[in-house]
């Protein structure tokens, strides 16, 4: 199977001190567009805007 489950943690919400929000993907493990880690603009419901997400491991 060529894809893999990731998790996307919200960047912004630690630098604030609310709770952080998590969402779960998945992605193409032989993309070449993109080698390094995922980074994603998605919504957070404890800031109430839409904040960006990077891939945790």
Not at 6 to 22: D, F, H, N, V
Not at 38 to 56: A, C, D, G, S
């Amino acid at each position: 199977m060529p894809r893999d489950i990731i998790t996307l943690e919200c960047t912004e919400a630690k630098a604030e001190g609310k709770p952080t929000s998590r969402y779960v993907t998945t992605r193409n493990k032989k993309s070449v567009r993109t080698p390094g880690r995922l980074e994603k603009v998605k919504f957070n419901p404890f800031l109430q805007r839409r904040t960006l997400h990077r891939e945790i491991r």
